[in-house]
């Protein structure tokens, strides 16, 4: 299985900040990289597919880069309803695998 | 939009059988038998994990499970209802989670809202 890898674990940060999050691959899955955010008690909500493409409707201060093993999630000005958990997840191959999170926290 | 079946609070060795009804399909351009289904288990405060898939395509339902779950899990799709199902036997403690069914092109666009289960003595 492909082991998927978040850092930081937990990310205190203020309003207006620009933040990333990196996930790791433990092998190459090209592009194959999505973003997802999820705020408690709520279903996941996809950001972006592809490493890179914003999914429909998410706003542009998302961007995401990465290729091969090193991936990062990159919010240019966050915003209050930002503070939320964001996951990676490999589609490459089967069994589909998730980072373990990262918390964004307001500082 | 995706709906699953409600929570359930079960004992140790039973069965859960959770559905997921997707509808919308034909206003969103595509069928119900267009993409996979998958299945992902959250225990309380912890991540996400794959469960498995389904094809719902009517002449295939072909399945791909997580070894973790291999054996004791069983995921089917109707296509005349719309509906996806998942059943996981032999419930122990560590399967209290919530449960989401999602579905879309490539990773996942379209979840559920979450169906909680929990095994208790």
């Known amino acids: 299985d492909i082991q998927m890898t978040q850092s930081p674990s937990t990310l205190s940060a203020s309003v207006g900040d620009r933040v990333s999050i990196t996930c790791r691959a433990s092998q190459s899955i090209s592009r194959w990289l999505a973003w997802y955010q999820q705020k408690p008690g709520k279903a996941p909500n996809l950001l972006i597919y592809k490493a890179s493409i914003l999914q429909s409707g998410v706003p542009a201060r998302f961007s995401g880069s990465g290729s091969g093993t090193e991936f990062t999630l990159t919010i240019s000005s966050l915003q209050p309803d930002d503070f939320a958990t964001y996951y990676c997840?490999?589609?490459?191959?089967?069994?589909?695998?998730f980072g373990q999170g990262t918390k964004v926290e307001i500082k | 939009q995706v709906v699953q079946s409600g929570a359930e609070v079960t004992k140790p060795g039973a069965t859960v059988r959770l559905s997921c009804k997707i509808s919308g399909y034909s206003d969103a351009g595509y069928t119900f038998s267009d993409y996979y289904i998958h299945w992902m288990q959250q225990a309380p405060g912890k991540g996400l994990e794959w469960v498995g898939l389904?094809?719902?395509?009517?002449?295939?339902?072909?399945?791909i499970y997580a070894a973790k779950f291999q054996g004791r899990v069983t995921m089917t799709a109707d296509t005349s209802t719309g509906t996806a199902y998942m059943e996981l036997r032999n419930l122990r403690s560590d399967d209290t989670a919530m449960y989401y069914c999602a579905t879309g092109d490539g990773p996942p666009e379209f979840w559920g809202q979450g169906a909680l289960v929990t095994v208790t003595a």
């Open positions: 997840q490999q589609y490459d191959s089967y069994p589909w695998t």
């Open positions: 389904v094809d719902p395509e009517e002449a295939n339902g072909e399945t």
